[in-house]
C-alpha cells in the first residue's frame, strides 16, 4: 500500500490542516531527501522519485479544492455522482460580481471545513464540486 499524501508530509487526514506546518514538513523533507544529499546513482534516482511525490503532495494539499477532493477519493466517494444542477446555477449567479465571487469561495471552504469535521462526506462532496465550479469562475473573471 503506498502512502498517502497526508502521510508523506506527515499530517493527519483533515481537511482543516495548519498550512504553517505543511510548509515547515515540505521544507524539512525537501532538504532531507534533496538527490544531492546521496551519493549513489541508484540512491540519487530513487531521493529524486520521493521528492517528486512530495511535491505533488504538497501542491494538491495546500490547495483547499485540490485538499477536498484528495479526501473525498480517499474515501471512494466519486464527485460526478454529486452534480447539482442547483449549485451551478447559484454559481453562474455569483461568478457575475467577482466580490460575491470571493466571499463565496471563502464561504464554500468554511462549510468543506464543517461538514469534514462532522464526516458529512455527502455535503462536503457537494460543496467540494460547488468550489470547483467557483474556482473556475475566478479563474475566469481574472482573464
Same mark, same amino acid.
Given at each position: 500500500?503506498? +502512502?498517502?499524501?497526508?502521510?508523506?508530509?506527515?499530517?493527519?487526514?483533515?481537511?482543516?490542516?495548519?498550512?504553517?506546518?505543511?510548509?515547515?514538513?515540505?521544507?524539512?523533507? #525537501? /532538504?532531507?531527501?534533496?538527490?544531492?544529499?546521496? @551519493?549513489?546513482? @541508484?540512491?540519487?534516482?530513487?531521493?529524486? +522519485?520521493?521528492?517528486?511525490?512530495? =511535491?505533488?503532495?504538497? #501542491?494538491?494539499?495546500?490547495?483547499?479544492?485540490? /485538499?477536498?477532493?484528495?479526501?473525498? #477519493?480517499?474515501?471512494?466517494?466519486?464527485?460526478s455522482?454529486?452534480?447539482?444542477?442547483?449549485?451551478?446555477?447559484?454559481?453562474?449567479?455569483?461568478?457575475?460580481?467577482?466580490?460575491?465571487?470571493?466571499?463565496?469561495?471563502?464561504?464554500?471552504?468554511?462549510?468543506?471545513? =464543517?461538514?469534514?469535521?462532522?464526516n458529512?462526506?455527502?455535503?462536503?462532496?457537494? #460543496?467540494?464540486?460547488?468550489?470547483k465550479y467557483?474556482?473556475?469562475?475566478?479563474?475566469?473573471?481574472?482573464?
Amino acid at each position: 500500500m503506498s +502512502e498517502n499524501y497526508f502521510s508523506l508530509l506527515q499530517l493527519n487526514i483533515c481537511f482543516s490542516i495548519d498550512l504553517k506546518l505543511l510548509e515547515q514538513n515540505y521544507i524539512t523533507i #525537501q /532538504r532531507a531527501y534533496h538527490p544531492d544529499c546521496f @551519493s549513489s546513482q @541508484s540512491d540519487k534516482k530513487l531521493a529524486l +522519485e520521493y521528492i517528486s511525490k512530495i =511535491n505533488k503532495a504538497y #501542491q494538491v494539499l495546500k490547495s483547499p479544492l485540490s /485538499r477536498a477532493e484528495y479526501i473525498l #477519493q480517499l474515501k471512494n466517494i466519486k464527485l460526478s455522482s454529486y452534480d447539482d444542477q442547483c449549485i451551478i446555477k447559484e454559481v453562474f449567479q455569483v461568478q457575475e460580481s467577482s466580490t460575491n465571487l470571493h466571499n463565496e469561495i471563502l464561504a464554500c471552504i468554511q462549510n468543506i471545513e =464543517n461538514f469534514f469535521s462532522k464526516n458529512d462526506l455527502y455535503e462536503a462532496a457537494k #460543496q467540494t464540486n460547488k468550489l470547483k465550479y467557483l474556482s473556475k469562475g475566478k479563474t475566469y473573471a481574472a482573464h
